[in-house]
């Protein structure tokens, strides 16, 4: 699905492209896939409520009968009850065996008191499955998005910018003619050739609702909903001055010519890189997308 998004100021996204997926019939690099889980799970946890767990990688635990070498590890005290969980990761090209989580159930009972998650980047075989949920282990594959994950869902953005410019502003002063009389000043004002930020046109001058606005704050406000030459733009004042420092000059109306110049820019963004893993709970049915933010997001059906 593509959707397209007009917008008319800039949108700065950070895009983080990752690595592709090498399939082996090994390992391609266990410990590069058990740090890749390390950092899911510190997420996870996180989402979770648990912000101050220490996620650890390959950790030594003594059991019964000898130490076990641990991919990934945390501990967790709720009350007066302390939790301990022990991730076994397989980055295998085909989904894992019931003979590797049995192996990895013995390794939880010789070690005892402690909960299990099987982490498998392509997921678990029927007979893998029925061993898991006969003991109570977790198995959740962990990956980076594919293709077929965006179904149903957006997957790229087109932005289109539009840049407008206002340029070359000629303002056009016109005096009230009253004003110029009582005031002897016989000079006929065409235009205003100040510092437009500096500038100020002061409505109800001296009284309690009087109002200021700078003559560049009023050039912001001119249309540019076309492109074009020499625009027309006419504002009209009652009761207003024109004031610069110390002079001021009582007005009726500015007129403004103007030019519009339109500039255009395109952006593609790809949510594929915003993405940074897919994770299915096979036991439970749950699935989450975590980007590259950090944010956990709902994702449909884990995969089985």
Known sequence: MVFVLYLNQNTIINNNLKSSTQEMNMPKNGEEYELFVQDIYKILNCADGLKDVVVQ???KIEGVSREHQIDVYWQFTCGTVTYRVAVEC??????VTAEKIEA????????????????????????AQKVAK????????????????????????HINYTFRFVVNVRPHIYVNKEWIEENEIKQKIAGFKEKSDQTYIV???????????????????????????????LFEFDNAY?????????????????????SYDTQHISMMNM??????????????????????????????
């Open 57 to 59: 990688h390959d950790v």
């Open 275 to 304: 993405a940074r893993a897919i994770v299915n709970n096979v036991i439970t049915g749950e699935s989450f997308l975590i980007d590259i933010t950090g944010n956990v997001k709902n994702w449909g059906k884990a995969e089985k």
């Open 90 to 95: 397989k980055d295998y090209k085909n989904p």
């Open 242 to 262: 024109l004031e610069y420092e110390d002079e001021y000059i009582k007005i009726d109306k500015i007129e403004f010519t103007y030019d519009v110049e339109f």
């Open 203 to 233: 409505k109800n001058k001296g009284l309690t609702n009087e109002d200021r606005i700078t003559v560049k704050q009023l050039i912001d406000k001119l249309p540019s909903d076309e492109e074009g030459r020499d625009r027309r733009y």
């Open 104 to 127: 990895f159930r013995a390794t939880l009972l010789d070690i005892g008191d402690i909960h299990g998650i099987f982490a498998a980047r392509n997921g678990f075989q029927s007979g």
């Open 134 to 157: 006969t003991y109570g282990i977790q198995l959740v594959q962990i990956r980076e998005p594919l293709e077929s994950d965006w179904r149903g869902y957006i997957k790229d953005i």
